[in-house]
């Protein structure tokens, strides 16, 4: 039975006061919670607890043991009727943390004890209303050997710690009500790196980073891009830490990257550890970009919490917007928006066109779990930063303060945050919610009419939303367009709006269609439309292809600039006939153009990929994808050969490793060109990649070169895995790229390369980044080979994930999108990747978590 939001009903009991022991134990852990209990709805109503897998061992209200007879237990609930109006509440559990493999709850990882609780795992720790609408105030006391566990943390600060016999102790205190959710412990050997940070209004809070032992210098950057995120949201939101202590921790076992628990951050260590020989530029990137994250979690989702589980958006889409304007300021926001989109485009859109779809605030759900989805996290973010968009930066802000001030202490709802905005213009924000409940992307499509005589520039504007499962009809939503005019040329062309001479301005589409009547211009103009990617829709112009060149060569919005030459090359490789020619003389320009930092040179170097390429052609078929992209790509490395081989020699890789984002910057074009030069086929090529590869400094330009070996697929590409498995063998991170770059080969080899490395002795399926390093790589980021006519992919992904729904659903559950759009695609595959999945669905013993996936990709 699924859960759903109308049903939703406030608490009947409230819990101001948490007191928790934990006598730690890898099978026989022994928890005991106190509660204060107050009823706060109706009189009558039983008490009902929510516990998973506990063994319940006593139960005492008001210090009067309960017999059986008092209670019911159920697998999933514990009820107690008649229970007074005000009354404390002792329930002792045990549970097994070494047999969890789930990795929800408390479980083990390398001999230490770790916790996820969100969405429902506090649950699978003791008895309690586990929901996000309980907030209370928790005192935490933990007990563990001290040989072995030196380390005892939890949320809030350190009251107070000892020995006892056989064992130590570590009272934790946090002051901050919250929903258990947010609730951590970690207990084992770990290393620290330790800093300060000195918050706007002068306390000095000591930051702690837990590493594996002899870990503590990759902690480094994780450190410093904390102190970063801590100063930015004193400055851009007026947000200040309320803590004395702020800790982060690191888990190699975690089913994602990583987790806000009050105080006690807990991630993923690939989301965490790093330094120049063991992890490439984008794992800086992520690095940063996910310490941000969390850490602005502590108001938006800690100090203003959700209501529910279907307001997961509130902090989710909050926070990603938070993290990406943060990236933005940091590595400069052109680039970080165009990477942005391009992982929009990549996940989310396809999401929002197949059976998966659903609205950033979903209707009904049976696992909670299953909508951690890039629709929730960064559709969600896309709707704040159009807010953003249409009331400008200053009104945001004061809204934002409105928001964290009216709603601090409290569970919320998306209402909530529309309201703000309300109250701080005075304007009508409903027609917003409309992007919270309706799923499927929005297309938007623009017909021009240019006047020479009258100079008038007439665009007749529309938008229509396709229907989506359960959702049919689809009213209009409001949609931002930042909309410029070039001239043929491709130099900015002025016009009138609202009375002003500009050539660029922001309009607004609240109904299905609209005229927008550009007044004084000039010439026939070329549009430059959504600016900025200023709403997350699909852009229908028909224009000349004259006109997409001329903003690939000169939109000085860079964001279109880049658009321009993707939207180009998708039709090219689309199109049989398609030619290399007229781009390659556009990315030649680009490429030597003086004004444009290498970060960007990369991006717009950087063909669509084919899953880009699979969402404008139906029905999908992936052979003809993969041979059209390659050979353009062939045809553009050709016809830029010597250009690409002057600049890559003129870019020497630098002698020291800086992982700032101009240094970056130059590595991802070197690379670019790199991948380029293999693409022109010449024989140099395998040396050059070779060198590449023994020369690199750091793992940026290792991997590059590897991957590039890849490609080419000659002898020199094993001796370059076996060397680079020798060098790394006892690195755990960087096997994972090792896996990763073997499955992620588009050699028709790679089909028993993948059979082959589940077997290798590094491989292990209860290890979510080593399962993932192979089935993820191969799913999501092979489509040739996982597309192979022959369903050998397909039936390799559908045992994977039987395999690991038998132990940790949560993670198989995530792969079941790699089948999602079969509808979409050309037989053979739709036929066989339909099988794959009724073969799923019909296995016996499914988790919900599978099987709710699962049973909608098939039903679409
Ligand atoms: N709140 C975490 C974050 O975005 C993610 C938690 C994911 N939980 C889950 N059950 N998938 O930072
Ligand atoms: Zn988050």
């Known amino acids: 039975r699924p859960i759903r939001l109308t049903d939703y009903r406030a608490p009947d009991f409230a819990i101001p006061e948490t007191q928790l022991e934990f006598d730690l134990h890898p099978t026989q852990t022994r928890v005991r919670a106190t509660y204060r209990i107050e009823r706060r709805g109706v009189a009558e109503a039983p008490l009902v607890l929510l516990g998973e897998r506990l063994t319940l061992k006593a139960l005492r209200l008001e210090g009067v043991e309960l017999t059986p007879d008092a209670y019911t237990l159920s697998p999933e609930c514990l009820t107690v009727p008649g229970v007074p109006d005000r009354f404390t509440l002792e329930v002792e559990v045990e549970i ?36 996000p609408d309980v907030l ?60 300060r940070f000195v918050t706007v209004s002068g306390r000095t809070v000591a930051l702690k980073i837990f590493v594996d032992p002899g870990m503590s210098a990759r902690a480094a950057y994780a450190m410093d891009a904390l102190k970063r995120s801590m100063k930015w949201d004193e400055e851009t939101y007026g947000r200040e830490y309320d803590l004395d202590l702020f800790m982060i921790v690191a888990v190699r076992d975690f ?59 509130l902090k989710e889409g909050l926070t990603v917007f938070r993290d990406q304007s943060f990236s ?16 929009l485009r990549a996940r989310q859109f396809p999401e929002d066109a197949g059976p998966l779809a659903h609205p950033v605030r979903p209707a009904a759900y049976l696992k909670i779990d299953n909508f951690y989805t890039a629709t929730i996290y960064e559709k969600g973010a896309e709707i704040v930063g159009m807010l953003k968009t249409v009331v400008g930066a200053d009104t945001y802000r004061r809204a934002l303060d409105h928001y964290f001030d009216t709603n601090d202490g409290t569970a919320a709802t998306l209402e909530d945050f529309l309201r703000s905005f309300e109250a701080v213009t005075g304007k009508d924000f409903s027609p917003w919610l409309k992007w919270y409940t309706q799923a499927g992307t929005p297309t938007l499509s623009i017909e021009a009419t240019y006047d020479a005589t009258a100079q008038r520039l007439t665009l007749d504007v529309s938008q229509i939303t396709p229907p989506t499962p359960s959702q049919a009809h689809k009213a209009p939503v409001p949609i931002p367009v930042r909309l410029g005019l070039l001239s043929e040329a491709g130099a900015p062309m002025r016009f009138l709006h609202a009375g002003e001479s500009v050539t660029d301005a922001l309009f607004l589409l609240s109904e299905v269609q609209a005229q927008w009547v550009l007044e004084a211009v000039t010439h026939t103009p070329v549009i430059s439309a959504l600016r900025g990617f200023s709403a997350p829709v699909k852009l229908r112009l028909a224009e000349p292809e004259a006109h997409r060149f001329a903003r690939f060569r000169g939109d000085p919005d860079p964001f279109n600039r880049w658009e321009a030459a993707q939207s180009l090359a998708k039709a090219l490789i689309l199109d049989p006939q398609g030619e290399a020619c007229a781009y390659a003389e556009a990315l030649r320009a680009t490429l030597s153009d003086p004004t444009l930092d290498s970060a960007f040179k990369a991006l717009i170097s950087g063909l669509p990929t084919e899953m880009d390429l699979a969402q404008s052609l139906t029905p999908v078929d992936p052979s003809f994808i993969h041979a059209r992209r390659n050979a353009f790509k062939a045809e553009l490395a050709a016809a830029l050969k010597s250009d690409a081989e002057a600049l890559y020699a003129a870019l020497p890789a630098e002698p020291t490793f800086s992982p700032d984002a101009a240094s970056a910057g130059c590595r991802a074009l070197r690379n670019v060109l790199l991948d380029l030069i293999v693409a022109a086929g010449a024989p140099s090529a395998t040396a050059i990649a070779e060198n590449h590869f023994r020369n690199a400094g750091n793992m940026t330009d290792q991997m590059a070169g590897l991957s590039a070996l890849s490609q080419i697929h000659g002898a020199a590409y094993q001796d370059a895995l076996d060397d680079f498995y020798a060098r790394f063998k006892s690195e755990p991170l960087v096997l994972d790229k090792w896996f990763a770059v073997q499955a992620s080969c588009a050699h028709p080899e790679t089909l028993t390369r993948v059979r082959y490395l589940v077997t290798h002795s590094d491989f292990d399926r209860k ?4 399962w993932r390093s192979v089935v993820q790589a191969f799913a999501v980021n092979n489509p040739a080979i996982f597309h192979d006519i022959s369903g050998e992919g397909y039936a390799f992904i559908a045992d994977e994930v039987l395999r690991v729904d038998r132990f940790n659903p949560m993670t198989a559950a995530r792969l079941i999108e790699a089948f999602g759009g079969f509808k979409r695609y050309a037989e053979p595959h739709r036929s066989l990747m339909k099988a794959a999945l009724e073969r799923i669905v019909g296995t016996e013993g499914l988790s919900k978590n599978v099987g709710e996936l699962a049973g909608k990709a098939l039903a679409g």
């Open 96 to 131: 097994n943390p070494q047999e969890n493999k789930t990795l929800e709850g408390l479980y083990m990882s390398s001999g230490r004890y770790f916790t996820q609780c969100e969405a429902e795992g506090f649950r699978k720790v003791v008895y309690f209303p586990d929901r």
């Open 767 to 770: 290890v979510p980044n080593r």
């Open 328 to 343: 933005g300021d940091q590595r400069g926001h052109a680039v970080q928006r165009i990477k942005d989109v391009k992982m």
């Open 136 to 195: 209370s105030k928790y005192t935490v006391r933990l007990r563990a050997p001290k040989a072995g566990f030196p380390r005892l943390l939890s949320n809030g600060n350190l009251i107070d710690s000892g020995e006892e016999a056989d064992a130590h102790f570590a009272v934790w205190e946090d002051p901050f009500p919250k929903p258990a959710y947010l609730f951590a412990l970690v207990a084992g050997e770990l290393d620290v790196l330790e800093d």
């Open 255 to 313: 089913n994602f990257g990583a987790m806000e628990n009050k105080g006690l951050n807990i991630f993923n260590a690939s989301l965490l550890l790093a330094d120049a020989q063991t992890a490439t530029d984008l794992d800086y990137e992520r690095i940063e970009s996910v310490v941000a994250h969390e850490y602005f979690h502590n108001w938006s989702g800690n100090r203003v919490t959700c209501r529910d589980w279907f307001q997961l958006c």
